[in-house]
T-cell receptor
Framework: NAGVMQNPRHLVRRRGQEARLRCSPMKGHSHVYWYRQLPEEGLKFMVYLQKENIIDESGMPKERFSAEFPKEGPSILRIQQVVRGDSAAYFC???????????????FGEGSWLTVV | ELKVEQNPLFLSMQEGKNYTIYCNYSTTSDRLYWYRQDPGKSLESLFVLLSNGAVKQEGRLMASLDTKARLSTLHITAAVHDLSATYFCAVEDAGTASKLTFGTGTRLQVTL
């Protein structure tokens, strides 16, 4: 039973390039969340998606960042025209439902470390 | 807006000693998580606390939740070097699905 799978684990991009980070949720999970962790900080919520829908994008920067979770395939976090300040660890998490209940737990992936040079 | 504060931010302790990390949050929540993170690694789930008065223990770590005080504690008993890591609490904002708000983290260093 594979956990939340993220790739790539490490990504280096030059300023101005695009970064694409992928996340496959746990089997049976249809809710995906992306978090960003800047160096020496805690995780910050970015976006919450269900299949083909963005539920909450209140943590997404207004420009250059986008996320999708298509009907088929992984969720993608896309960062256009990267800048040095985008260097961070990006974590994906998934859950079976989107509500708080004793049977619903959030599981995190291994993270994708983006370095912008 | 939900705010989560942890203290201390940094903790250096000797092996064998006991200590407590505190997590305060600002609004009503149904669920609180504790995670461990080693440098350059992902989050390891330690505890999920679901109700007022909940107490969970695993090895040398014990977590508790007081929803009335909006406070959770992570107590370390007889620390060992292997517990050195950064510990985060995270609170699920009631009414906003499973979105988590994380504390700033407590970097624990256990010295020999």
């Amino acid at each position: 039973n594979a956990g939340v799978m993220q790739n790539p684990r490490h990504l280096v991009r030059r300023r101005g390039q695009e970064a694409r980070l992928r996340c496959s949720p746990m089997k049976g999970h249809s809710h995906v969340y992306w978090y960003r962790q800047l160096p020496e900080e805690g995780l910050k919520f970015m976006v919450y998606l269900q299949k083909e829908n963005i539920i909450d994008e209140s943590g997404m920067p207004k420009e250059r960042f986008s996320a999708e979770f298509p009907k088929e395939g992984p969720s993608i976090l896309r960062i256009q025209q990267v800048v040095r300040g985008d260097s961070a660890a990006y974590f994906c998490a998934s859950s079976r439902t989107g509500t708080s209940s004793s049977g619903n737990t959030i599981y995190f992936g291994e993270g994708s470390w983006l370095t912008v040079v | 807006e939900l705010k989560v504060e942890q203290n201390p931010l940094f903790l250096s302790m000797q092996e064998g000693k006991n200590y407590t990390i505190y997590c305060n949050y600002s609004t009503t929540s149904d669920r609180l998580y504790w995670y461990r993170q080693d440098p350059g690694k992902s989050l390891e789930s330690l505890f999920v606390l679901l109700s007022n008065g909940a107490v969970k223990q695993e090895g040398r770590l014990m977590a508790s939740l007081d929803t009335k005080a909006r406070l959770s504690t992570l107590h370390i008993t007889a620390a060992v070097h292997d517990l050195s890591a950064t510990y985060f609490c995270a609170v699920e904002d009631a009414g906003t699905a499973s979105k988590l708000t994380f504390g700033t983290g407590t970097r624990l260093q256990v010295t020999l």
